[in-house]
């Protein structure tokens, strides 16, 4: 069965969800348990908000659509709403007896930004589920010496144990989406690194923009080849073939030594 949408916003990234087939399997997947405090990021028209406050959970809605956020708060009078851009909250302000658990059918224009902010706030999150495009997904979950392993690869399994769920196809969505997406769980791993983590990122960003060079040339702003010998790494590597522990050990090598 499809529900009926009468109008999309572009600029907010709005294909909603209206295979209800598709949506009771999303919310399977949630294993939601009562009294969980579940936060939906960009609830729309409520596909996923109506069976999520009908499992009795503790819910607070983020809308940044003041039209969508005005209808929310009629149907689910008992949810927290705060009509805002999520980018301008503080998540650590959920901080509170029990864990967060996220969940999203994300805008994807503003998805990788938000990822890597959850990131932070890792700490107060049980875990995070989210909708996002297929690709994006597939970059997450990439293992080392893979084509879509890079820079969103490392950032997201230095914080979280990921797992693809399923494929969702541009037909559960109205308007269609031009690409397929995907379900992905994020766990936050809570085993906060020690390292300087915009240097990681720098080393990442200079790593992965050369990423068909060695890495004695891809990291030669950062360390020379004697340097990564002496991490046990072959300078004739490429990039790709570093693993997230090879990073983070470039990293320290590299702070320690200024
Ligand atoms: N959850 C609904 C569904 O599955 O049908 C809607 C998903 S739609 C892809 C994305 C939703 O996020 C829209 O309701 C949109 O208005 C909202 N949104 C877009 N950008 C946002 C932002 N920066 N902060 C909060 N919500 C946002």
Redesign the pocket.
């Known amino acids: 069965m499809r529900l009926t949408v009468l109008r999309a ?1 572009k600029r ?6 209206v295979d209800t087939g598709m949506i009771q399997k999303i919310i399977g997947s949630f294993d939601i348990k009562p009294g969980d405090h579940i936060i ?6 409520g ?3 109506q069976p999520l406050s009908d499992s009795r959970c503790e819910l607070t809605l ?4 003041r039209d ?1 956020a005005a209808e929310l708060s009629v149907r689910f009078p008992d949810a927290g709403l705060i009509n ?4 301008t909250i503080d998540f650590n302000t959920f901080a509170g007896k029990s864990l967060i658990r996220i969940i ?4 994807y224009n ?1 998805s990788t930004p938000l990822l890597f902010k959850l990131f932070d706030s890792g700490e107060h999150i049980h875990d995070m589920h989210f ?1 996002l495009q297929r690709e994006v997904v597939d970059r997450m979950t990439a293992l080392p010496s893979t084509k879509a392993y890079g820079r969103l690869s490392v950032m997201t399994q230095l914080h979280c144990h990921t797992e693809k769920l399923f494929e969702v196809p541009p037909q559960a ?1 109205s308007p269609r989406p031009k690409v397929q997406s995907a379900i992905i769980r994020l766990t936050p791993n809570k085993k906060a690194t020690d390292v300087d983590r915009k240097l990681l990122e720098s080393i990442l960003i200079q790593a992965f923009s050369m990423r068909r060079k060695t890495i004695r040339n891809a990291l030669r702003k950062f360390l020379t080849a004697d340097e990564l010998e002496s991490l046990h790494l072959n300078p004739q590597l490429r990039p790709e073939n570093l693993t997230i522990d090879d990073y983070l050990s470039c990293t320290r090598f590299v702070e320690d030594r200024s």
Do not use: C
Request: no cysteine; aromatic share 10%; proline share 6%.
């Open positions: 916003r907010f990234g709005q294909n909603f969800l939906e990021i960009g609830p729309g028209r596909a996923l908000t983020i809308e940044i659509d969508l805002q851009d999520v980018m999203g059918n994300l805008p503003i909708m969505f």
